[in-house]
C-alpha cells in the first residue's frame, strides 16, 4: 500500500488510511482483490478457475482430465500467504512458535487455521505439524475418493472437496475433511473436520447452487 | 484414553471459546473480510452440531458432574444472552433449549 503513498491514519481503527484527500477506511478484502486482479491482469488466470465457474454455471460438464486439472490447481492453491487474521479471543491464551496468543495477535490464515483446528480442537493427530496440516489438505484434494462440488455462497463460486480423514483424524475429529476453494480470491477458505458433514457444510445457510462435479457419499 | 468426563470437559472449553470468538466477530463489524466470517461460520455450525449431538444429551441424561452441569448452565446461558449477535452475523441458532 506505500507504493500508492498511503499510510495509516493516526488515532483511527487500524483498517483506516489516510491520503492527500483525507482518511478513508480499507475494505477488508481490498488486498486480496487487489492481488487477484493482478493476476487476472497477467493472464495467469486461469484456465481451471473458468473451467470451474463454468461447470458451476452449468455451462459444461468437466471432463474427467479437466477436473483433474482443477483439483490441481486447487491444491496448489494453499490458504492466502499475503492475509493477516486477528487471533481473537478464541485463541487468546494459548502458545504459538513461542508467543502468547493475543486477540488482537495477526496471523496468517494458514497459521490460524492450524492453530484453531489442530492445536485447539485437536481435530488432527496429536503431533500434527502445520506442514502435515496442509498436506493432509492437498491430498484430500488430489485422492479420487473424494467427493467434489461447486456452489455459490453470496454471490462468490466456491469448489468444496469432501474426505474421509482416515489417518488425519485425531482424537476430537471427524469422519471427514472438508477443503474449500474460493474462486475470488484464489485460495482456500477453510479446511477443517465438520462434526455433522450434511449439516454444516453441504447445507449451511447462504449455499446456493450447488453442483456435483463428483460424489462419493 | 480419554474418559466421558474428559470429553465433556473438553467440549465445554471449546464451546465457550468459541462463543467468545463469535461475540469478539460481531464486534469486529465489517472489519473481517469475509472469508474470515465464512470460515467461522462454519466452523460455528459445527460447534452448535456438538452442542445438539454431544453436550446436551450428556446434560440431559446426567452424565456431567455436578460442577460440569454447573459450567454447562452458565454456556446456556451466555448463548441466550448472545442471541441476538448470533442472528445478527446470520449464523445458526442453538437447536437445543436454552433453559437448563
Not at chain 1, 455459490?152 to 471427514?176: K, M
Amino acid at each position: 500500500m506505500d507504493s500508492i503513498g498511503i499510510s495509516p491514519c493516526p488515532g483511527e481503527r487500524r483498517d483506516a488510511f489516510v491520503t492527500g484527500l483525507g482518511c478513508f477506511r480499507r475494505l477488508p478484502d481490498l488486498d486480496t482483490r487487489i492481488s487477484r486482479f493482478q493476476r487476472m491482469a497477467s493472464g495467469a488466470v486461469l484456465r481451471a478457475d473458468q473451467l470451474i465457474m463454468d461447470a458451476a454455471a452449468g455451462a459444461r460438464i468437466l471432463t474427467a482430465e479437466e477436473l483433474h486439472e482443477v483439483l490441481e490447481h486447487v491444491a496448489r492453491a494453499g490458504f492466502d500467504p499475503n492475509a493477516r487474521e486477528r487471533a481473537r479471543g478464541e485463541l487468546a491464551g494459548l502458545v504459538w512458535q513461542g508467543q502468547v496468543l493475543r486477540g488482537s495477535t495477526l496471523l496468517p490464515p494458514a497459521e490460524r487455521h492450524y492453530v484453531k483446528h489442530v492445536l485447539l480442537r485437536r481435530e488432527w493427530p496429536a503431533g500434527t505439524s502445520l506442514e502435515d496440516y496442509l498436506e493432509s489438505a492437498r491430498q484430500t484434494i488430489l485422492n479420487s475418493g473424494s467427493s467434489v462440488f461447486v456452489s455459490a455462497y453470496q454471490g462468490q463460486w466456491q469448489l468444496a472437496v469432501i474426505g474421509e480423514s482416515g489417518n488425519w483424524r485425531g482424537p476430537h475429529g471427524n469422519e471427514f475433511i472438508v477443503v474449500e476453494y474460493r474462486v475470488e480470491t484464489g485460495h482456500w477458505t477453510t479446511v477443517f473436520q465438520p462434526r455433522d458433514m450434511y449439516t454444516d457444510f453441504i447445507r449451511t445457510a447462504g449455499r446456493e447452487r450447488v453442483r456435483w462435479l463428483r460424489r462419493r457419499i | 484414553m480419554a474418559t466421558t468426563q474428559d470429553l465433556i470437559d473438553f467440549e465445554l472449553d471449546i464451546l465457550n471459546r468459541a462463543l467468545d470468538g463469535v461475540l469478539d466477530l460481531a464486534e469486529a463489524g465489517d472489519e473481517e473480510p469475509d472469508t474470515v466470517r465464512y470460515h467461522e461460520m462454519l466452523v460455528w455450525n459445527s460447534d452448535m452440531s456438538r452442542l445438539k449431538l454431544d453436550l446436551d444429551p450428556a446434560y440431559r441424561r446426567g452424565q456431567m458432574t455436578l460442577e460440569q452441569q454447573e459450567r454447562y448452565r452458565v454456556l446456556l446461558a451466555r448463548l441466550k444472552d448472545a442471541l441476538p449477535l448470533i442472528e445478527r452475523l446470520g449464523f445458526a441458532k442453538p437447536q437445543v433449549s436454552l433453559e437448563p
